[in-house]
């Protein structure tokens, strides 16, 4: 079954371009190392909840827009070389974050199904 990476990040709206170019070089790279597929969305209807939701997951500013994203993997095995990888990349370490990383929210998952 395959294993996913999710992540949640504000984004300044004003970044938006920056982010997509990063996304894209970034997902080129996950996908050489093994990724099945790379999956990056822009908040459309991201609605704000009476206890929590998106916005106040990441402490999204006004201006800051919420990105929704994952990355497959055919296994955990895979994503763990992966996962080495680009912790090694010189490349990807030079990558400039068009956020603050210290508001994004990730976490690996097992798939339970897919329909």
Not at 56 to 68: L, N, T
């Amino acid at each position: 079954m395959t294993y996913i990476d999710g992540f949640v990040a504000a984004v300044p709206k004003a970044n938006k371009e920056a982010y997509s170019e990063m996304a894209r070089q970034a997902a080129t790279m996950f996908l050489e190392w093994g990724a099945t597929r790379v999956v990056e969305n822009w908040e459309d209807d991201v609605a704000d909840g009476k206890v929590t939701d998106f916005r106040r997951a990441v402490a999204a500013k006004a201006d800051e827009a919420i990105v929704f994203s994952w990355i497959e993997y055919p296994d955990k095995a895979t994503r763990d070389v992966v996962q080495k990888k680009m912790m090694e990349d010189p490349e990807m370490g030079a990558m400039q974050m068009p956020f603050d990383m210290g508001r994004l929210i990730y976490g690996g998952f097992e798939t339970l199904f897919i329909a």
